[in-house]
Structure formats: structure tokens, C-alpha cells
């Protein structure tokens, strides 16, 4: 993008390269962009000095139009009264009119305005228009999911950033010092002409190459504010609310969200400004948060357009819709029980709410510590497909009637199997983001504590051990020993949970599976003798837990005797010998 002078092209014609700035939307958030803006137009040769601001039109109480006010008083009476926003922002209602000689376009109103804004839009404009979405929301379309830059490209045809972050407009306003997120999908320089016209000295912007990731966080956010209202209307307390419960679950479920979405998106973008500052500022002063706290206080009697309506004055709450757009994707893709946070704010939404109903709401201690809680949702779907199931006699396949090769599902008809085939791909493939995740950081556990025992004995690289872990290390040894040993037990404890719901899932599989044969119990016992000790040790354990699971009595010795096993038991040592054998393959 050229931001020359004003000038005549080869044949003379006059033609204006400065960029001209349209803001489309003028509501608190919309104004505090004008004046952003603004006051870089006016500085910067590359733009021209005016900046229009289209404004939904309204009449004021004393009969005055909003937009003669703003553009006689140089201040939006309405949604930042006391504020002005510079002598260079003219207000238009005119939609088509605002933006017909822009070529930098602005978004920043709620969301569920935009289809229509964009379909006014369609065809109106014309030539290289550059666009930048601040509107945190999504659409939710036959299709799927819509992120709202999405949208404007789509219905428009222009390409689009987003500038998303821990940015309450009043804040900002009164230039108290924040920082944004701009989140591009592939020109830099594009980006570096958002930044520049974005930022000044209280109010600095990062680019991001995570147009999705930074949408998104900036649109999840306020589901996890909603959560975080809910928690405070009921006095829970801080702790609650930054922890188990809320932000700590809502910021794993943004992310685990967003990767499904888009698994482009960066996990470094969950810490920029648009994601955990966010989170962080609009869980304790933002709308939808001081909104969804009203909402519990009044114990679900008033609805949340009634509060909104009171609350806000005309202002709009993203949370709520968001919600329920997350809630129909999920449900669409039959992924709701994977986040339970997501779901469950939108049904106290929806709902009546009890202190004890919202008490029960926060996620269980199982996806507390392994966040989503993949293994458990497909454990408890695998234990409802088998239970629904009759079952067949083993020797035969459900709908042929041929004696099975098969080992999981042979019970059961060949459309269940496949059902329940389908849902254990569908948990690997769940399952390895979240494995990666623990993969790396156990890595980082085993670094810094072979680092603060000065034995490292893998190679470190600068990358690995960022600044302030080394300073810490120097300057308080004791206090980064501890530090590693709680992130220590943390992995541990999230290791454990993650081994526990495995095991449940495949003690639930290995109901579905056909007799073991003598040889296969043969082959077995074989493999079982030579496995090494640390393997024994977990094949007593699993012997010993599956006993104790159907009452058996047991002693602290175990000893294997394969023929008195129940078939249960079986696949389930057979299971665990074969990935003992995958893993020491992949290893060699
Ligand atoms: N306010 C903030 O602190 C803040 C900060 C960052 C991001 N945002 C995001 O910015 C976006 C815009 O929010 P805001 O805070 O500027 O708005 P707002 O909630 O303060 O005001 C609502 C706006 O919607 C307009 N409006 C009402 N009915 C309309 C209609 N039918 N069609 C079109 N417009 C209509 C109103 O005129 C007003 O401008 C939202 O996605 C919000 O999440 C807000
Ligand atoms: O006031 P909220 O809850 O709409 O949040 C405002 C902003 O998104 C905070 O970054």
C-alpha cells in the first residue's frame, strides 16, 4: 500500500494516493478509535487529515440528532460523552456516503450488526480498500463458524487485519495506557500501516501473523467475562474466579477452541494483548462481566435484555450472543461436552438460574487440570454407545452373521463398530495437541531443573531458557527450585488425570472386545515375561486397579495367571503390552 502525495498520473489526470480513513461504527469503542486515529491522521503525510465516522443515527432526548451533535460539539453525547474526539472526525449517517472515498476502512460495532452493515456495503466499494475488523464477535452461518474479518472479506472483497486487546474504551479515552493486538493474515506492511495509525504513546500495537488467533481470543474472552460475572453476582471470590472455575479454564478452552477452528492458530497469541490481558481486563471491568453479574444477582429472574437495556444505555454486550454462537457450533460438531465452561454459560444464559445450579456449572476437577476433558467426553460416549448396544453373541458379527477378526467391538453390530471406531480416531486425533502440549512441557520441567541442579544434559538453547528464567535462577536459586518443583507436580498431576480417564476409556473398550484365543493368551503371557521391570510394575498395577474396580480381593503381591483373568483384563494387559512394544519402536 503507497501513501505518496496527492499528484497527477502519466496522462495528467489528478489523483489523490493520500489514504482517507472511514470509521464504521461510533459507540464508546468507536469513538476512542476515531480519536486514535485522528490524531495520527492529522500528523501523519500519508493520510488525509479528516476521518469520517459513520453513526447509527439517533435522536437525543432534547430532539437532536446524534450526529449534529458530535459534529457541532466534537463529542459523542451518547456513548463517550466528555471526551472529544478531534476537530478533524466528521460524523456521517450515511452509510454508502462515509465510506465512498475511503480506502481504509474500520469496523468496530457489535457484532451482530455487521452481516447487515457488510450486505449495505456489497458493491459500494471500489478500488484498493484496505479494511481492519475491531468488532469482537463471531457469526455463526449454515456453513459453520464466521469470524468477522472473514465476513468483510467475503462480502466485500477486501482484505482484512484485526486490532483486538485489553482495551476498555473509557480507559483509553482518558489515555490511560494500554496495548492492542493487530492480527494479519499475509501483508506485513499492511499490518505496519494499522500499527502506525493505531498506536500512540498510551495506546502501543503489535502485530501479530494470527489473524484468526487474535480474533478469536478477542471473541471468546467474553464468554469466559460472562462466567466471571456469574461468579462474582454469587460471591465466590477472586480465587474462583481466576482459577479452577473461570479465567484459568476459560483461556484453555479459548485456545482449545480455536485450534479446532483454525489449527493455523498460534498458542504465543494467547499471550499478547488480546488474549490473557484481555481475558484479565474484562473479567474484572468490562461490561459483559458487570452484566452477567446482575444477571446472578438477581438469581436469573431478569433477563439479559432487560439488564442491558438498564445497564448500558444503548450500548451493546457481546458475551451473551457469542454464547449461544459457541454453543451452536459446538453442539453442531457434537463437541459440546469438550468445553464444558463454553456450554454451560450459555445454558445459564438461556435458563433459570439456582446458586446450586451455577455451584454444579464449573467444569469437574478432571478437566480442571487436563483442561477440555477430551478423554473423559469420549470415555463417557464410548460407555453410552456400548450401553445402547445388544449385544451379539461374541463369535458373530452383527450383521453378517460371520464368525469376527475383529478384537474391539466384536459384540456389537458393524455400524456401531464403525461408530465407535470413528470416535476413538476422532480422540487420538483430539488427544495430540493436548499430548504435544504436556510433551512440551515436561521438556521445560526436566530443563530447568537439571539447569537449576547445573547438570544439563540435554543441549539448551538461548530460546528455551528466556531472559528473566536465567536472571531468576541467578539472582533467587532457592525461589526458582521451588518454582520448578510446583510446575513439576503440576505437569505430574495433569499426567496422572490424563492416565486415569485413558484408562477408564479403554477399561470401557475393552468390554466390546471378543474372547481372547489360547494363543493369543499364550503370545500374551510371552510378552508379558519379557517386558522390563518398570513395565511389570505397571502390569501389576493394572491388575491390581482392575481388581479392586469389581471388588476382588487383593494382596500387595501379584502374581499374572492369564487363565483365570477375565477377558476384560486381558485386552486390557494386551492393549498396553502393544503400546509398550509401538513405543519402544518408534524409540529405536
Ligand atoms: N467498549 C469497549 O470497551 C470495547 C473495547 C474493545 C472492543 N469493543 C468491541 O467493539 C465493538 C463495538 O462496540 P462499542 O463498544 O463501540 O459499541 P457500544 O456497545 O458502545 O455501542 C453500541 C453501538 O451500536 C450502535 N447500534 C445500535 N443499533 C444499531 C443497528 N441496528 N445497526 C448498527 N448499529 C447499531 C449504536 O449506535 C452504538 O454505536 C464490539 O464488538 C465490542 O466488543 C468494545
Ligand atoms: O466491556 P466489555 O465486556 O464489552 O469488554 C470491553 C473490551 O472488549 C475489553 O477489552
Not at 456489497?122 to 459453520?144: D, F, H, T
Request: proline fraction near 4%; charged fraction near 25%; glycine fraction near 6%.
Amino acid at each position: 500500500m503507497s501513501h505518496a502525495k496527492s499528484g497527477e498520473d502519466a496522462n495528467g489526470e489528478c489523483h489523490d494516493s493520500k489514504s482517507r480513513v472511514t470509521i464504521v461504527g461510533s459507540g464508546s469503542w468507536g469513538s476512542v478509535a476515531a480519536k486514535l486515529v485522528a490524531s495520527n491522521a492529522l500528523k501523519l503525510p500519508s493520510f488525509h487529515d479528516e476521518v469520517r465516522m459513520w453513526v447509527f443515527e439517533e435522536v437525543l432526548p432534547n430532539g437532536e440528532k446524534l450526529t449534529d451533535v458530535i459534529n457541532k460539539t466534537n463529542e459523542n453525547a451518547n456513548y463517550l460523552p466528555g471526551i472529544k474526539l478531534g476537530r478533524n472526525v466528521v460524523a456521517d449517517p450515511d452509510l454508502e456516503n462515509a465510506v465512498k472515498e475511503a480506502n481504509m476502512l474500520v469496523f468496530v460495532t457489535p457484532h451482530q450488526f455487521m452481516d447487515g452493515i457488510c450486505k449495505k456495503l456489497k458493491g459500494k466499494i471500489k478500488g484498493e480498500v484496505e479494511a481492519i475488523s475491531l468488532v469482537k464477535g463471531m457469526e455463526v452461518k449454515k456453513e459453520g463458524p464466521c469470524m468477522i474479518s472473514s465476513l468483510i472479506t467475503k462480502e466485500l472483497g477486501i482484505n482484512c487485519c484485526v486490532l483486538m486487546g485489553a482495551n476498555i474504551a473509557n480507559e483509553i479515552a482518558v489515555e490511560k495506557f494500554s496495548e492492542a493486538t493487530v492480527g494479519y493474515r499475509e501483508s506485513r506492511e499492511i499490518a505496519d500501516t494499522w500499527v502506525q495509525l493505531f498506536s500512540t504513546p498510551y495506546f502501543m500495537v503489535t502485530p501479530v501473523h494470527d489473524v484468526e488467533g487474535v480474533e478469536l481470543c478477542g471473541t471468546l474472552k467474553n464468554v469466559v467475562a460472562i462466567a466471571a460475572g456469574f461468579v462474582d453476582g454469587l460471591e465466590m471470590g477472586n480465587n474462583t474466579k481466576a482459577s479452577a472455575a473461570i479465567m484459568r479454564i476459560g483461556l484453555r478452552e479459548m485456545k482449545a477452541l480455536s485450534k479446532l477452528l483454525f489449527p493455523s492458530v498460534k498458542g504465543s497469541t494467547f499471550f499478547e494483548s488480546c488474549g490473557v490481558a484481555d481475558v484479565i481486563t474484562t473479567c474484572f471491568g468490562g461490561r459483559n462481566r458487570r452484566v452477567a453479574e446482575a444477571f446472578a444477582q438477581s438469581g436469573g429472574k431478569r433477563s439479559f435484555d432487560e439488564l442491558e437495556a438498564e445497564m448500558l444505555e444503548g450500548q451493546k454486550l457481546q458475551g451473551v450472543s457469542t454464547a449461544r454462537e459457541v454453543y451452536e457450533t459446538l453442539n453442531h460438531s457434537g463437541k459440546l461436552e469438550m468445553f464444558p465452561l463454553f456450554s454451560t454459560v450459555h445454558q445459564i444464559c438461556i435458563g433459570p438460574m439456582t446458586k446450586r445450579a451455577a455451584e454444579e456449572a464449573p467444569p469437574s476437577t478432571d478437566s480442571s487440570t487436563t483442561g477440555p476433558n477430551f478423554l473423559g467426553c469420549y470415555r463417557d460416549q464410548v460407555a453410552e454407545l456400548l450401553s445402547q448396544e445388544e449385544r451379539l453373541p461374541h463369535h458373530e458379527d452383527g450383521d453378517t452373521k460371520k464368525p469376527s477378526t475383529e478384537i474391539i467391538g466384536a459384540g456389537i453390530s458393524s455400524l456401531k463398530r464403525e461408530k465407535l471406531k470413528a470416535l476413538l480416531r476422532q480422540c487420538v486425533t483430539d488427544l495430540i495437541p493436548g499430548v504435544d502440549e504436556m510433551q512440551s512441557r515436561a521438556r521445560s520441567m526436566l530443563l530447568m531443573s537439571q539447569l537449576s541442579n547445573k547438570k544439563p544434559s540435554i543441549s539448551v538453547t538461548n530460546e528455551e531458557v528466556e531472559d528473566d528464567i536465567q536472571l531468576l535462577m541467578k539472582s533467587d536459586p532457592r525461589l526458582f527450585k521451588e518454582i520448578v518443583k510446583k510446575h513439576t507436580d503440576d505437569v505430574l498431576t495433569s499426567l496422572n488425570n490424563m492416565q486415569q480417564q485413558a484408562e477408564k476409556l479403554l477399561d470401557n473398550v475393552a468390554t466390546s472386545c471378543r474372547p481372547m484365543s489360547r494363543d493369543e493368551k499364550r503370545d500374551l503371557q510371552r510378552s508379558i515375561k519379557e517386558l522390563p521391570g518398570g513395565n511389570l510394575k505397571r502390569i501389576a498395577e493394572i491388575i491390581k486397579d482392575h481388581h479392586a474396580a469389581s471388588g476382588k480381593a487383593f494382596s500387595d503381591e501379584v502374581t499374572v495367571n492369564l487363565e483365570e483373568e477375565d477377558n476384560v483384563m486381558l485386552w486390557r494387559l494386551h492393549f498396553y503390552v502393544a503400546a509398550v512394544k509401538s513405543a519402544r519402536k518408534l524409540a529405536s
